[in-house]
């Protein structure tokens, strides 16, 4: 299909991320676009878009959403509960769990029955994953999509996220490798900046308070990018011949004392009052894990395969949202 023409699905359209992918792929040309919700009639999406229902653990796709996915050449998964500012009880967890891999199952199980029909079209499936896959690393250990997985709940579960996506070489075999792991891309996403939510909405009330500042000691990086680069970077990885994980991230991570700081001064307010560890662990739990730890990852694939980033500095960034 020409450039523009083919039809997408995309899970998770509501969201922060998908709504600026959804607009993403209308300017682009893209005409027959299909999102997936709980709850169609409550949806807020742009027009022309066409919001299905489904329940992600139901053990098939409806007939409505089969279609969708049948006529399709990319299918975006980007479904998943909240993992910052939420308390990690045993019950959060597995809706962590359960909203990541349930979802994940079910679309790789309905492209992999369409698969072994006549006329199958060709798929892309762009399955969300988070930069949380290596766990807490220090400024002097960058990562790329080569290193090694962390050891905590946040990267075990971004290991069963992905294996969720990937096709066993039995299943591709049953459908003649019409699907298999080459056209899966895996995409570990950064903290994405925006001025319309995301992590800015839980930042930018303290810090316009006077209150804001770096969490603990500052040290730990964040791996950010800006959502309308992020939007970009998921068509590039449908478009482009890569496959398992893909860094979504800018190439100039920071400190999250960086942060703070470069956001106090795009404000005028002070960002030197630290946020105490131990507040966080008292009002979050484990959930305060993702605050207080971080990674300073590396896109190295977008940049092998000439992706280009529309905003690689925070600075400039902050100035471009603003």
């Known amino acids: 299909m020409a450039e523009g023409k083919e039809a997408v699905v995309v899970s998770g359209g509501t969201g922060f991320i998908g709504q600026a992918l959804i607009r993403t792929l209308q300017e682009r040309g893209h005409r027959e ?14 027009p022309g878009v066409d919001c299905l229902a489904w329940s992600p653990g139901a053990s098939e796709l409806s007939a409505q959403a089969q279609n969708a996915l049948r006529k399709s050449s990319w299918i975006f998964n980007l479904a998943g509960a909240p993992v910052v500012g939420q308390r990690w009880t045993p ?8 909203s990541r891999l349930d979802p994940t199952n079910l ?31 220090p400024k002097d250990d960058p990562v790329s999509e080569t290193s090694e997985v962390g050891r905590d709940f946040l990267a075990e579960l971004c290991v069963d996220w992905e294996s969720a996506s990937q096709p066993t070489l039995q299943e591709s075999a049953e459908c003649e490798e019409r699907f298999s792991s080459a056209d899966v891309v895996n995409t570990r996403m950064g903290i994405v900046l925006d001025k319309d939510g995301g992590a800015l909405a839980k930042i930018l009330p303290p810090l316009r308070a006077f209150l804001g500042g770096p969490i603990g000691t500052g040290q730990q990086g964040v791996s950010w990018i800006a959502r309308e680069d992020a939007a970009k970077a998921l068509i590039h990885c449908a478009e482009s011949h890569l496959q398992g994980p893909v860094n979504i991230c800018s190439p100039q991570p920071v400190s999250n004392r960086e942060l703070m700081t470069t956001l106090g001064r795009h404000f005028h307010r002070p960002s030197r009052l ?9 009002l ?19 940049l092998s395969d000439g992706f280009e980033f529309h905003h690689p500095d925070l600075k400039g960034t902050i100035q471009a949202i603003f």
């Open 107 to 137: 679309l790789r199980k309905a492209i992999l029955a369409l698969a072994q029909e006549e006329g199958f079209i060709k798929k892309r499936f762009v399955s969300m994953s988070g930069i949380g896959f290596y766990g807490d690393r």
């Open 284 to 302: 979050f739990g484990e959930g305060a894990t993702p605050l207080l730890t971080g990674q300073f990852a590396k896109p190295t694939k977008l």
């Open 274 to 282: 630290p946020v105490p560890p131990l507040a966080l662990k008292a």
């Open 33 to 46: 676009i299909y999102t997936f919700s709980r709850q169609p009639s409550r949806a807020t999406l742009p």
């Open 91 to 98: 019950q959060y967890r597995e809706e962590l769990r359960a």
